[in-house]
């Protein structure tokens, strides 16, 4: 299940519980379908600070990662 939502290095990174990396991808479609079939944690998801200064972590704007992920989740 993914509990936390990380940007690096130009991609979102899905992680678990146990705090491995799911999947990490800048394609919308790749993110959707992972979030489709492995599905949220319990108590639900939560964005890392990286998603907040994701100019810092590869994305070209600081609101660039959480518009991704927005879309992504938009196609589950």
Known sequence: ???????????IEL???????IVASN???TLAETIRSVGFDSDGAYFTSSMDFADEYGFASYGDATALFERAVALV
Do not use: L, P, Q, T
């Not at 299940?1 to 290095?9: G, K, N, Q, T």
């Not at 992680?15 to 990396?21: P, R």
């Open 1 to 11: 299940m993914i509990r936390f939502v990380a940007a690096s290095e130009g991609k």
């Open 15 to 21: 992680v678990g519980n146990d705090h491995s990396v």
């Open 27 to 29: 394609d919308v479609n």
